[in-house]
């Protein structure tokens, strides 16, 4: 197969009609979804739909599978940042159909990567990510005040990891994900004696934990020149808040002695995580992707509070979350001194309609991106995505949520849909 690079003028008018079909479909699409796990690390990663598991030359995709370092060449170092604009809307309470908006909502998860690859194989790397955040903030006095007015979970994630090739097509790699939470959750609450919720108090929880660890570890086989595999497995993480703070606000001054500030404890858990990959090239400018992730959400079964104060008894949040497959797929065309990509995924949400709330609102949706990469000098990379995602709209009848003072559960429609742009910088010394 002879070594070139396709050019604009020798493109065949099929690709050339691909193309004008895929920007087109990139014009016409409004939004992208984020929620609580983040896939995408890079915005080349975005542009061809998160299907990364067994594409080289992003050093970001040691993050889904770090056997990918052997495959890379050099130190490269990579800065990227992405912005979320998510849009949520809720009506209801059933059989209300009152429309409330979030308000405006901003995300900005940064992603830094260094590598190092010896021509023998052996790759070394440090990932920084957020690849979990979700946040939302609604009214004070809307319907839902009473599960949530605001709420900000985030990890950070730290991954050193390492890859070793045993043969000239084929690696092992393992990484350690150092994982650091927080989280903010506030919401309104009935005070003593008023049954009319216009005297209503505000309650936050605000916490962050400590550094806690888990373990990614993956293997990459090329086929030859037209085919790649890979597969990784991400550890469950336990991620204890045990000295978080309870505040107080809008209480009359009467109640303010039984309302002093608190200290909480509680857990969150990360899931076990199976990633399937495949890359094929049946030409040297053209890649498709394909990725398959397993999730096992149902470790994230409920979420227990606890206070440090004795006449303050704490709680216990059923969730039954479920397992998830999510899968996504990607083609990406390299030209001559660029590349176009293009993406397409199917999320699946694991959050029954029993637990849904508004401060951690989730959906089944399909997202679509555009991606555009260009070197621009000796070693230097620029790449740039812009994904949507529309979820499809939760017609929730059987939520077990006490709105209050509401009878029945918090039943009604939720609607979003994200939008997302990215960019990276990406230097290679080799």
Not at 34 to 56: E, H, N, Y
Not at 288 to 306: C, G, N, R
Request: net charge negative.
């Amino acid at each position: 197969m002879k070594n070139v690079r396709l050019t604009i003028e020798n493109a065949p008018t099929i690709v050339k009609w691909l193309l004008t079909i895929v920007i087109w479909s990139f014009c016409a699409s409004v939004a992208w979804a984020g929620g609580f796990q983040l896939t995408d690390q890079s915005a080349r990663a975005m542009g061809i739909g998160g299907a990364v598991g067994a594409m080289t030359g992003d050093p970001t995709a040691m993050h889904a599978n770090p056997a990918i370092l052997s495959f890379l060449e050099g130190p490269i170092f990579s800065l990227g940042a992405t912005v979320i604009v998510p849009d949520e809307r809720f009506y209801g309470v059933s059989p209300s159909t009152t429309e409330t908006k979030m308000q405006a909502q901003v995300l900005f998860p940064p992603s830094i990567c260094v590598t190092y690859t010896t021509e023998g194989g052996f790759g070394a790397g440090l990932s920084v990510t957020v690849p979990y955040q979700i946040q939302t903030e609604w009214d004070q006095d809307w319907v839902g005040r009473r599960l949530a007015t605001k709420s900000d979970l985030r990890v950070a994630m730290v991954t050193p990891g390492v890859s070793m090739k045993f043969s000239d097509d084929f690696s092992a790699g393992i990484g350690i994900d150092l994982a650091l939470p927080r989280i903010l959750y506030e919401q309104r609450f009935a005070l003593p004696g008023d049954t009319s919720a216009l005297m209503d108090g505000d309650v936050t929880h605000d916490g962050s934990g400590n550094v806690c660890y888990g373990v990614t570890a993956g293997v990459f086989y090329r086929a030859g020149e037209l085919l790649s595999l890979g597969a990784s497995y991400r550890s469950h993480i336990n991620l204890p808040i045990d000295d978080g703070r309870v505040r107080y606000s809008d209480i009359p001054a009467q109640l303010a002695g039984s309302y002093t500030e608190g200290r909480f404890s509680t857990s969150l858990a990360l899931p076990n995580q199976l990633l399937a990959s495949a890359s094929l090239h049946p030409l040297l400018w053209l890649s498709l992707s394909a990725d398959a992730e397993y999730s096992f959400w149902s470790e994230f079964h409920s979420v227990q509070i606890t206070y440090s104060n004795p006449v303050r008894q704490g709680v216990m949040y059923d969730l039954n979350w479920t397992n998830v497959l999510n899968t996504r797929f990607g083609l990406e065309l390299a030209f001559a001194d660029f590349s176009v990509r293009g993406g397409i995924r199917f999320e699946r949400s694991p959050v029954p309609d029993a637990t849904l709330s508004p401060g951690l609102p989730d959906a089944d949706g399909t997202g679509y991106a555009l991606g555009l990469g260009y070197r621009a000098g000796e070693g230097l990379v620029l790449d740039f995505a812009y994904a949507v995602m529309q979820y499809n709209d939760r017609n929730i009848t059987g939520s077990a949520l006490a709105p209050g003072p509401f009878s029945g559960g918090f039943d009604g429609i939720y609607s979003s849909h994200t939008a997302s742009l990215a960019i990276n910088v990406t230097y290679s010394w080799k």
